[in-house]
């Protein structure tokens, strides 16, 4: 199984990218998905999360509402908009899945996979 990320690009302060995370071979219906980002030297960051449904969804405070998490089960796809994007929302933006849902963890937290990342830069 594998789990990827997909999306990122270089965009301009207060512009916007959406990101996509989806699995081969599996579509992760039971599963609790999760967006992580980390900036260079910095600790991997949680930033949003989705339940089994979309009934259960978190967000880091950092995010004040700019960003918007959503999935589509049957696809095993999930998805990050990410509006008003700040140059500290830079980072390598990661996704993971969980047989448990959190509401705010950290990536020492048990996840079964982590997908491979993909850059996000803002410009000033």
């Known amino acids: 199984v594998q789990l990827q990320a997909f999306g990122g690009g270089l965009v301009q302060a207060g512009g916007y990218l959406r990101l996509s995370c989806a699995a081969s071979?599996?579509?992760?219906?039971?599963?609790?998905m999760y967006w992580f980002r980390q900036a260079p030297g910095t600790e991997r960051e949680f930033v949003a999360g989705i339940g089994r449904t979309s009934s259960f969804i978190f967000y880091a405070d950092f995010v004040q509402g700019r960003f918007i998490i959503s999935r589509d089960r049957a696809k095993g796809i999930m998805y990050l908009q990410m509006n008003s994007l700040k140059p500290e929302d830079t980072a390598v933006y990661y996704c993971a899945v969980s047989r448990n849902v959190y509401s705010s963890p950290t990536a020492s937290y048990e996840f079964e996979y982590w997908g491979q990342g993909t850059q996000v830069t803002v410009s000033s």
């Open positions: 071979g599996r579509t992760f219906s039971n599963h609790g």
